[in-house]
T-cell receptor, first 112, second 112 residues
Framework: GAGVSQSPSNKVTEKGKDVELRCDPI?????LYWYRQSLGQGLEFLIY????????KSGLPSDRFSAERTGGSVSTLTIQRTQQEDSAVYLC??????????FGPGTRLTVL | QKEVEQNSGPLSVPEGAIASLNCTYS??????FFWYRQYSGKSPELIMS????GDKEDGRFTAQLNKASQYVSLLIRDSQPSDSATYLC????????????FGQGTELSVKP
């Protein structure tokens, strides 16, 4: 079946603009996760959804970051007033309950 | 001390040899352990999961877990040049949903 999909694959934006990143999980997966990966920082957790609820938002780096999930499926990560330090690859993963996670291809965000 | 530690490498092995990748974790309540392979410019790909002490084998891959020593390893037998990638160790504490804590990764190079 289809894997996790993310869009866009690449996003270049200017400092101060808002961006929206989309994740479409594997059909039937109840849990969805956002991570980001940047040079020198490794892969860091941002937020976790179980259904439409986000029981763990502990990794969001500031209040400029927010995420939502609707219909227990698609999720959107929004970054407001982007900064250069937001440049990274944003990865989405999904799992059946809290088991093995499968990653999408990622969105590479570049903030100029 | 980082929660999940790996040697960054690069680890270089000749084709056909056994590659041994190691990971230690600091939180004793950790429940689930995963190995991901990440090729340059690509997203992480799940290759092994292990939940209980001992060995788990899947093809050329063997994961080993020792909870008393807080240690998990991945052995790759008959290494191939196509195994050259960064290997990420990930740990789930089990009390925070499916949130994964990743190590920095070990770069493996298999020389023909």
């Amino acid at each position: 079946g289809a894997g996790v999909s993310q869009s866009p694959s690449n996003k270049v934006t200017e400092k101060g603009k808002d961006v929206e990143l989309r994740c479409d999980p594997i059909s039937g997966h109840t849990a969805l996760y956002w991570y980001r990966q940047s040079l020198g920082q490794g892969l860091e957790f941002l937020i976790y959804f179980q259904g439409n609820s986000a029981p763990d938002k502990s990794g969001l780096p500031s209040d400029r970051f927010s995420a939502e999930r609707t219909g227990g499926s698609v999720s959107t990560l929004t970054i407001q007033r982007t900064q250069q330090e937001d440049s990274a690859v944003y990865l989405c993963a999904s799992s059946l309950w809290d088991n093995e996670q499968f990653f999408g291809p990622g969105t590479r965000l570049t903030v100029l | 001390q980082k929660e999940v530690e790996q040697n960054s490498g690069p680890l270089s092995v000749p084709e056909g040899a056994i590659a041994s990748l190691n990971c230690t974790y600091s939180d004793r309540v950790s429940q689930s352990f995963f190995w991901y392979r990440q090729y340059s410019g690509k997203s992480p790909e799940l290759i092994m999961s292990i939940y209980s002490n001992g060995d788990k084998e899947d093809g050329r891959f063997t994961a080993q877990l020792n909870k008393a020593s807080q240690y998990v390893s991945l052995l790759i037998r008959d290494s191939q040049p196509s195994d050259s990638a960064t290997y990420l160790c990930a740990v789930n504490r089990g009390n925070q949903g499916g949130k994964l804590i990743f190590g920095q990764g070990t770069e493996l190079s298999v020389k023909p």
